[in-house]
């Protein structure tokens, strides 16, 4: 995202959309990608409440939240475009908050990988985790990524 200081995130969050539904899927590709044609939408405060819900130490990633979304809805698969955009809604209003705040750093991306889209990048993600006891793991030469060491221990269980 782009001017993050001109936007107004916790207004986006609570934003009335024509969220939650199922959509069905025609396409012959994404149905073999996900595994079936139901596919949900949650809409941008579901992601920050599931998000809420992480306790100090553990984590999340986005992809454990969307398997938690289409389990709990009857759906094959959550969207993953909306998925990680919503993710980084909650992180940025939260980040607009002086109160209630949802604790973003620990959803994660795929694989433990730290999300440079969230308030300060990497650094300040890195920053917040390693605070809460875990080791943070740097790989790449030239595109340089930053992990969770062992973050698969700390997933918090979405039930």
């Known amino acids: 995202m782009a001017n993050e200081d001109k936007k107004d995130f916790n207004a986006m969050l609570h934003k009335d959309t024509d969220m939650p539904k199922v959509q069905i899927v025609t396409d012959e590709k994404t149905i073999q990608k996900?595994?079936?044609s139901r596919m949900y939408?949650?809409?941008p405060?579901?992601?920050d409440e599931v998000m809420k819900r992480?306790?100090?130490g553990r984590l999340t990633t986005v992809g454990e939240i969307r398997s938690y979304f289409?389990?709990?809805n009857g759906a094959d698969f959550t969207d993953p475009i909306t998925a990680g955009i919503f993710v980084s809604i909650a992180a940025w209003?939260?980040?607009?908050r002086t109160e209630d705040i949802t604790p973003y750093w620990r959803t994660l991306k795929a694989g433990g990988e730290l999300n440079p889209?969230?308030?300060g990048g990497v650094e300040a993600q890195k920053i917040k985790l390693?605070?809460?006891g875990h080791v943070i793991a740097r790989k790449g030469r030239t595109n340089i990524k930053y992990y969770v060491r062992d973050f698969e221990k700390s997933l918090f269980p979405l039930t």
């Open 45 to 47: 405060v579901h992601y």
């Open 130 to 132: 390693e605070a809460e």
């Open 70 to 72: 289409a389990r709990s």
């Open 41 to 43: 939408f949650a809409p």
């Open 117 to 119: 889209k969230y308030p």
């Open 34 to 36: 996900y595994g079936g």
């Open 93 to 96: 209003a939260s980040h607009q």
């Open 54 to 56: 992480i306790p100090e």
